[in-house]
Each structure stands twice: as C-alpha cells, then as structure tokens.
C-alpha cells in the first residue's frame, strides 16, 4: 500500500504521539513493503524543508519518506492544479483587507480586531507575497475560506475550515491502493466527514476520549475529542493501545467490529538484553514532562513521606515543562533538595534508567504510557498507580512492577516501603518480568499487529450526508417500553421504512447538557401484515446513564456510519403516555420527542 500518516505538525520538542507515530512509519519500513510513505501536515507554522532534514538527522525518519505540509504545497500548485481543490461558488466578494496585521511567518499573517483584539481575518501569501488562501470572519456570513489563483482571482471557498483540509487531503491522496492513518486529535474531528473516498481511513486512539476516565466508561467526552467519537463508525479502523481503552470504546455501544488492539512500540534499544548492573535499591526516576496532568507532586510529596519514615529515597524526574517553578518550591518548601532532582531534558536516558532501581507513574490518565515501558525494558521496577490506562495491561502486581490506589499518596509510600525491603533474588527476577513483559511490544512485534489488522480492512460504503439544518424528526406509529434486568426494551412502530434502512437503523440516547451518549443497535426486526410497518426492538443498558445520573438524554434514530448531525428526533404518538422502566421515565417532550430522565 501506499501509506499516508496524518499529523497536525512535527514540533522539534515531540511528544508521545508523534514518537509512536514515526516508531511505526520506521517500523513500517523495515519490516515491511510498502509502496510510500507519506506524512500530511498542516500547521502554518511550520518550516517543512527544516523539520524534514531535522528528522533525518535524528534517524526518526528515512529519506525516502515524503513529509508535505498544506501550505507549501498549495503554493506549489499551478492553476489547474488547485481546480483540484473542490469548493463551493463565491458567496460574495472578498473583503478589503483591515485591522491589526501580526506577521507570523513569511506566508503567514493574522489580523486582529483593533479594538478587541480577537482575530477577524488569516492570510496565506505565496512566495511572491501574492493571496493564496483568505481565512476570513465574516460578520453576516460567517467562515469563509477563500483559494486564489496565481494571477489573484478568486476561485472557490469554503464555509468550514474542516471542509478546506478535507478538499485538500482528497486531492492529494490519489495514489491506489492506499491507507490513511490519523493519529492526531484536530485531523481525527473532521477528515471522517470525505464520504467519497476509495483508501480505508485508520484512527489510532493514543489516549482516552472520555473527561474522566478514572470514574468509569460512561462519562463525558472530552471536547477536543466530541466530534471524532461520535463519528467513530465511520473509521474503517480505530486502533486502541490497551484492553481497558478498548472497553470503554465498546461501551459506547457502536458494533466492535472496527476495533483493533494496535499498540505502541519501543525501540529495540530499550529492552535491555543482559542481566542489569547493580543499582541503588532506593533510587527512583521519572520520564515526564513537568505539566499538570503528570502530578510530579504526587512521587515528591511520597517521598517526603518516605523520610518522615526514616526511609531515604532519591527520585529523579527527566523532563520539563509549565509546573518547573511550582515543583521546585514544593521541594524548598519540603526540604527535599538533596532528594529530588529536576535535570530536565536529558541526553542519557537510557543510562539513568538503567542505573535507577524503579520508576514512578502518577498521571490523572494514560493512553498506553511509553515511559513506563521504557523503564520496565531497562530493568526498573514500575511502582504506578491504578491509571487509566496502561497499567492494567502490563503489570502483573507483585510479579514484573506494583499497581497501588489512584491518587493515594501514602498507598504509594506504603508500596515503596514494602519494595525496598524485598530480598535481592526476588528483585532480580521482577526486573527480568519487566523486561520480559515489554518485548511484544517491539518493533517487529507492533507491525505484525498492524499487517495483520491492515490485511482485513475493508472501505466502509458512507453516505455523503452532510446535513446543515437538523433533519425533521422520524414519525413513530406506536412505542413500547418495557423493563428487562438491565435496563429495558424499547420498541418503535415505524411507517414506510425501507427494510434495508430499517436494518442499520441505531438508537442514540444523548445527554442534554452533558457531552455523554451511547448507541444500541436493534435486536430484532419484524414487520406488520398492514400498513407496510416496520417494528425496531433496541435493548437500552441502563449502564450508560450511571455516570450522569441527574441528565435527561434526548433519544434518536442513526443509520450506521452517519454523520451524527444526520441522526433524528423521535415524534413520539399523539396518545403516548410516560412510560417509567426502572429508575427511568421514557416521555414526550413540549414538543412531542422522545426524551428519558430518572424518575422524580
């Protein structure tokens, strides 16, 4: 195949999920055969030719990888070429040019309201400093991005930013056969909408979709992931790193089949192959950035715990980041200064892991924590907590590393206390189960998974549904709802349904005011003898609703891998009356749709 990998920039300090996304295009190409490797890219911000050559340098990536971004390549376009790019008609002239101008690159320049300072207008410039794109706020017509020829014509617009990249990404990805994998976040919230597409589209989940994962898989989603998780059938693939993630995946109640257990890699690097050298029981590292989410407070604060004891314990933390200055007075204020050491980004991770006796991991959540597994393959010992997620799929408590309470710290300090005082022979062998334990997760190992998984994906067939205005709601003839031990059966009377609409037909059950929401899929299907009448049976766990107790959901019905803004409202039947099933009231709202709410 020819393989497109989608990124919304490369940022020379890279996080997780763009190092796991080069590991595998590297792995890709030394395990495998593919035709090309391509990386998308579309942050303006970006120097192309610089970051490629930077990446070489540093071996994250091969010559013969191509690496475009949106920008130059556009300003390479000839006329024709951008005819490509399919648009809608001009609504209107372009607007003159006003307010503030903040250059911020060579071909790149904002405009700023000179009174608010919010940001009315974008424009991408050519070489030459002629228009190419205008991003423009319209006050009576909204976003309008608007493409110009060379010459500086007008040529086509767009309403919405992601209908501009997706014109874009259609008109580049032309080789066959292909595969488009996205990894990140912004591309994942608008490229399911190409209905048109003959290359099967992969999304590789890196963390978790929901606001709270710790409180269960039936809780919010997080705003930057709203939109790709309500769309999530219309991925041919979606590759989770974990069991647990895959858990919460299904609770969403979409069919399972499109999901792939895809796991990050190591490099063979990491795993150390010979017995380790000696190391200091006590001494701790981290791999973290210095940020919120990591809770670098949590492994200080334990090992100030430690010393209260008369337990001494050294913790290294290798990173940096916003919460530097706050972790360095928590450790003047803790009087931890010849305990915890701040060293920043550092060269010879590797020897300081190797060095260390065990690691530390107290994030709020995870995807699947690269940094524990490199320190599991370099022999330390993972003392984490119960984090979602990760954890879970790597260690066996006791036996390679050690799971403790979520957000206990004196859990913590407790499990550090009973380690150190192990007996040698039993250390020595959880070391040898660490390194053990991450060897499936080696290069080769990881692409078998993604050969295996590539070699059954299929193009799903997608309705080109965009709907701008909602739809009407679908007239139910007559509902039933009737309580079963999990939740209850909700039946819906439909009248001239087609049989093979009827049979993708989904219910939504979505929260109100919460972005939380699942799908059930019907159980049975039957018609009646007169009226040409369909009847939808859908089992609704009531597992759904228990991280939002107190919302009422609006119900609708969805055809399998449509648009979520092409879902409908249910009219409910002039005579239907509250039907309460458990702790739950089915009713009809003021204007006669079908809701649920728990009962008063």
């Known amino acids: 195949m020819h393989d497109y990998n989608l990124l919304w920039g490369i940022p020379e300090s890279m996080g997780g999920m763009t190092t796991a996304a080069l590991r595998r295009i590297r792995s890709f190409q030394k395990f495998g055969h593919p035709l090309s490797q391509t990386i998308l890219t579309f942050s303006p911000r970006m120097d192309t030719d610089e970051t490629r050559a930077r990446l070489i340098a540093q071996g994250k990536i091969s010559d013969d990888v191509e690496l475009v971004n949106i920008w130059p390549e556009l300003r390479a376009r000839t006329e024709s070429g951008l005819t490509a790019l399919k648009g809608e008609s001009l609504r209107a002239p372009v607007p003159p040019e006003g307010g503030e101008v903040e250059n911020i690159t060579a071909f790149y320049d904002v405009f700023r309201n000179t009174r608010t300072g919010a940001v009315i207008r974008r424009n991408y410039r050519r070489a030459d400093g002629s228009l190419l794109v205008a991003d423009i706020e319209d006050p009576k017509l909204g976003r309008r991005f608007i493409l110009h020829s060379p010459d500086g014509r007008s040529m086509t617009e767009w309403r919405r930013p992601r209908d501009f990249y997706n014109a874009w990404i259609s008109a580049v990805v032309t080789k066959e056969p292909a595969v488009v994998i996205v990894d990140e976040k912004k591309v994942s919230e608008f490229i399911h909408e190409i209905s048109d597409r003959a290359f099967p589209l992969?999304?590789?989940?890196?963390?978790?979709?929901?606001?709270h994962p710790w409180n269960g898989n039936h809780g919010q989603i997080l705003p930057r992931r709203l939109d790709t998780i309500r769309n999530l059938d219309r991925f041919d693939l979606v590759g989770v790193q974990t069991e647990q993630q895959a858990e919460a995946v299904r609770a969403l109640g979409f069919t399972e089949a499109n999901i792939r257990l895809l796991t990050g890699e190591l490099p063979e690097s990491a795993v150390l192959e010979e017995a380790p050298r000696p190391r200091a029981l006590n001494s701790a590292v981290m791999i973290a950035?210095?940020?919120a989410l990591k809770r670098i407070d949590h492994p200080i604060r334990a090992v100030a715990e430690l010393r209260n004891r008369g337990i001494d314990v050294s913790l290294t933390v290798l990173g940096e980041g916003s919460e530097r200055g706050r972790l360095e007075k928590l450790i003047d204020d803790l009087d931890l200064g010849d305990r915890v050491e701040l060293p920043g980004y550092v060269?010879?991770?590797?020897?300081r892991l190797q060095s260390a006796s065990f690691s530390m991991l107290t994030s709020t959540s995870e995807g699947l924590p690269l940094s524990m597994m490199e320190s599991m393959g370099a022999g330390c010992i993972p003392i984490v907590y119960d984090i979602t997620y990760g954890p879970r799929d790597l260690i066996e408590h006791g036996r390679n590393g050690f799971i403790t309470p979520w957000s206990d710290i004196g859990a913590l300090a407790d499990q550090i206390e009973t380690f150190l005082s192990s007996d040698e022979n039993r250390v020595d062998d959880m070391r040898r189960e660490a390194r053990r334990t991450v060897e499936r997760y080696l290069p080769e190992a990881g692409y078998q998974r993604w050969r295996d998984a590539l070699?059954?994906?299929?193009?799903?067939?997608?309705?080109?549904?965009?709907?701008?205005?909602?739809?009407?709601?679908?007239?139910?003839?007559?509902?039933?709802?009737e309580a079963t031990p999990r939740g209850c059966r909700f039946e819906i009377e439909l009248d001239q349904i087609h049989p093979a609409i009827a049979e993708s037909l989904e219910l939504v059950v979505a929260g109100r005011t919460l972005s939380t929401f699942f799908v059930s899929s019907s159980t049975q299907i039957s018609t009646r003898r007169f009226g040409n009448r369909v009847v939808l049976s859908f089992d609704v766990d009531y597992a759904g609703f228990s991280e939002s107790p107190d919302e009422t959901f609006d119900v609708f019905?969805?055809?399998?891998?449509d648009m979520w803004t092409a879902k409908r409202r249910i009219q409910t039947p002039k005579r239907f009356r509250a039907v309460q099933a458990g702790d739950r009231d089915w009713y009809s709202t003021k204007h006669g749709n079908l809701s649920v709410r728990p009962r008063s």
């Open 202 to 211: 992969i999304l590789f989940l890196h963390g978790t979709h929901l606001r």
């Open 455 to 481: 070699e059954e994906v299929t193009v799903v067939n997608l309705p080109d549904d965009r709907v701008d205005e909602p739809a009407p709601p679908l007239d139910a003839k007559k509902l039933t709802c």
């Open 289 to 291: 950035n210095l940020i």
């Open 347 to 351: 060269t010879d991770v590797t020897e």
């Open 557 to 561: 019905l969805r055809r399998a891998h």
